[in-house]
């Protein structure tokens, strides 16, 4: 037998079929990695495989093919884009303009109407999905390679933007042989959240760096329309966009072998099948009870979706009923978009107002003219900070998008530059408290501006005052804002103990007040004096102290003199309590003024019941922080948590030369690494056992 010759160059035949094999291969681990999110070989070895391609066509050009995955990464720009005329129009679907559930019943009603069925008959079998906000796309696969993928553009004709498609990872270049030989696939391009703000931090680098022309993106839509027209596909392939196929356009014919499909779930199920992503979310739902629940279900899950939806879509699943209900003008009779409340919305910056906090915080807040987005009208929109103000660049004046999502406050997230009115100028912070005058100080390292005027600027007085008031604290009912305000612009009250100084004489004196309103004040700061000791501590206001870091200290501590008097190391074993907030408990208390502040409160009757330190302070542990890491043989973290703390014990997060203890499982990571760095001692499951069981009062879940 002849010995095979090792060192042969392969011949052309060889290399033709290894580069179609690669090819293969290649599209089954983009699958993988890009749809199911389940990838079989490490990046390397894709990059690997993906490389020998490359090098394969580099050297024979001609036989690159459209499918090859080397084509993903764009090609030279274009001039502009071909149009295409669609086989199929693209419809659009008409959209309920009821946001409640109604709109889901009206629907359901409607097309039990026209499809003449009575109360008797069965429900309606839909499929419900979600409408993804981005763009929808129609990708043509002929002979089950993409040859086209085009814009919807008016329905009839859109645009050629098959370069920019094809370097999405989750759209497939060529199909299964089970796929027909003609198929267009419609769906949504979309860019995902996190993906969008990745990309925005690289814009804003780029920015930095001085790039000419970059600029960011207002919301992932617009970051996905812009990639998606993009001439220079290179471009396109750095954006990152996704994909999710929803229905079909022109579809090979069953006697040319075309798919034979009764529902439309079925057919969904079918493009998942050939490589497309298909919505997990998507249902089948029935009747308008089905579509109801599913419209809640995703209204309420719809903020923990990593990409925006605005709503979601039902439609007829039997294709013989869609084909009868038929279509009026441009839009299916058998498909409707039923909206949620818009969570976007555009307006005008009246003004940028500079506010100023209980602790002299200085924040930048844009007024708008009222908009209704998210479910509420909002005015005012915090701007936050100078560095976010800058990196917005908000201009008074400026047609903005502000947001709303879920319960999270209103945030302008952009700003629409083409509308900018000439000579708008940039915000800028100003240099001294708008409120008093004293210097706005921002210190080293911190993001906020802050008032230097102390308890001497009337707004920090203010709001102190409200704190104070607040119910979460010491609650006095009736002192609001347009009281405080007077009460302090007229020099009446100047510092907390005044407020139980005022006479009846002093508010019936003030504008608007009548003699009732002034007696139920004056009722209602004889009823706050007996209060609390935790809601005593948060009313004072210290900073970094809010209500449960109150409450826990109360819980410690017992009385205010213990609390007044404890070292930054006897704050630090209260549980909550890091060194932040001890200084900044310590330095509160340290300030003559605010001892003398307490001191008059009580003499003029602010009293609360006192207790004796809470046995905390008294466990076997207290005083002890343990740090947890790694996966313990048979106790859960939350378990091993739930211990130490019935022991007294602080678990914290991360490691440092104040951590007494380290407990590690298996596969503990860097936090281990930082203990046996720092000689912290480190404990494993057994040694804390033994630990706890040293200490009986807090064994007791051990069983
Ligand atoms: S079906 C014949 N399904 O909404 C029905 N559209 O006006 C054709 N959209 O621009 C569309 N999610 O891009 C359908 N699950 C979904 C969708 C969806 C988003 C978009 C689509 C189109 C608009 C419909």
Not at 61 to 81: M, Y
Not at 255 to 276: A, D, I, S, Y
Not at 359 to 379: E, H, I, N, R, Y
Not at 576 to 584: E, Y
Request: a negative charge; hydrophobic letters at 40%; charged letters at 25%.
């Amino acid at each position: 037998m002849p010995t095979p010759d090792l060192f042969s160059v392969p011949d052309d035949a060889a290399l033709q079929q290894r580069a179609q094999v690669l090819r293969r291969e290649l599209q089954h681990h983009a699958h993988r990695y890009y749809v199911l999110d389940a990838p079989e070989i490490p990046d390397a070895e894709y990059d690997r495989l993906f490389q020998e391609l490359q090098s394969i066509e580099v050297q024979h050009p001609e036989w690159v093919t459209a499918d090859s995955p080397t084509q993903r990464v764009g090609g030279a720009p274009l001039a502009q884009f071909a149009s295409v005329r669609h086989a199929v129009p693209m419809l659009s679907i008409r959209t309920e303009t009821d946001t409640q559930a109604s709109g889901a019943a009206n629907f359901d009603a409607r097309l039990r109407n026209q499809l003449g069925l009575g109360e008797t008959d069965a429900p309606i079998e839909y499929v419900a999905e979600l409408k993804f906000d981005g763009l929808a796309m129609s990708l043509r696969y002929e002979d089950r390679v993409l040859v086209q993928a085009a814009t919807r553009g008016d329905g009839e004709t859109g645009e050629d933007v098959t370069q920019n498609i094809r370097t999405i990872g989750q759209i497939p270049l060529r199909l299964p042989d089970s796929a027909p030989a003609l198929l267009e696939v419609r769906g949504e391009v979309y860019m995902r959240r996190d993906d969008f703000e990745a990309l925005n931090e690289r814009q804003r680098q780029k920015i930095a760096a001085g790039a000419k022309g970059e600029k960011t993106f207002v919301n992932p839509r617009n970051a996905a329309a812009g990639a998606v027209r993009q001439l220079d596909s290179t471009i396109a392939a750095q954006r990152p966009l996704s994909f999710f196929a929803y229905g079909v356009g022109e579809v090979a014919p069953p006697e040319q072998g075309g798919p034979v499909w009764q529902t439309h779930f079925e057919l969904l199920q079918t493009l998942k099948g050939w490589g497309f992503p298909v919505a997990e979310q998507v249902r089948v739902a029935l009747g308008a009870a089905g579509l109801i629940a599913f419209h809640e279900s995703i209204a309420s899950s719809r903020d923990k979706l990593p990409y925006d939806i605005d709503g979601v879509v039902y439609k007829v699943n039997r294709l013989d009923l869609q084909r009868q209900l038929g279509f009026v003008t441009r839009e299916p009779r058998w498909a409707v978009a039923h909206k949620f409340p818009a969570q976007e919305q555009l307006t005008t910056v009246l003004d940028i107002e500079v506010q100023v906090g209980r602790t002299g915080k200085l924040t930048p807040v844009a007024k708008l003219s009222p908009v209704f987005v998210g479910g509420v009208t909002v005015t005012n929109a915090t701007l936050h900070n100078e560095d976010e103000a800058r990196r917005k660049d908000v201009r008074i004046g400026d047609t903005v998008i502000v947001r709303r999502a879920g319960d999270v406050i209103p945030e302008v997230v952009g700003v629409l530059p083409d509308k900018r009115i000439e000579g708008a100028q940039p915000f800028t912070m100003p240099s001294h408290c708008p409120v008093c005058g004293s210097a706005a100080v921002r210190e080293e390292g911190e993001v906020d501006h802050r008032c230097s005027g102390g308890l001497f600027c009337s707004a920090q007085r203010k709001q102190s005052f409200l704190h104070f008031a607040q119910r979460r604290a010491v609650e006095v009912e009736g002192l609001g804002d347009k009281l405080v305000e007077q009460l302090v612009d007229a020099g009446i009250v100047k510092t907390l103990p005044d407020l139980y100084r005022l006479g009846f004489v002093h508010l019936a004196s003030l504008d608007r007040m009548a003699e009732k309103s002034a007696q139920n004040i004056m009722d209602a700061l004889e009823k706050s004096k007996l209060t609390t000791l935790p809601r005593f501590i948060f009313g004072l206001g210290i900073r970094h102290v809010g209500e449960s870091t109150a409450k826990a200290l109360a819980a410690h501590f017992g009385n205010l003199d213990a609390v007044m008097q404890a070292t930054e190391e006897q704050l630090l074993q209260v549980a909550d309590v890091g060194p932040v907030v001890a200084r900044s408990i310590r330095t509160f208390f340290d300030q003559p003024h605010n001892r003398e502040v307490v001191e008059q409160l009580r003499a003029c009757g602010v009293h609360w019941p006192e207790g004796q330190p809470s046995a905390a302070a008294s466990l076997p542990l207290a005083g002890k922080t343990f740090v947890v890491t790694g996966t313990l043989p048979t106790l859960s973290r939350d378990q091993v948590k739930d211990l130490l703390e019935a022991a007294g014990a602080k678990v914290a997060g991360s490691v440092s030369k104040k951590t007494h203890y380290v407990v590690a499982g298996a596969e503990a990571g860097s936090k281990l690494d930082k203990a046996l760095e720092l000689g912290v001692p480190v404990l494993d499951e057994a040694a804390l056992v033994q630990l706890l069981a040293n200490h009986p009062s807090a064994s007791s879940g051990l069983g």
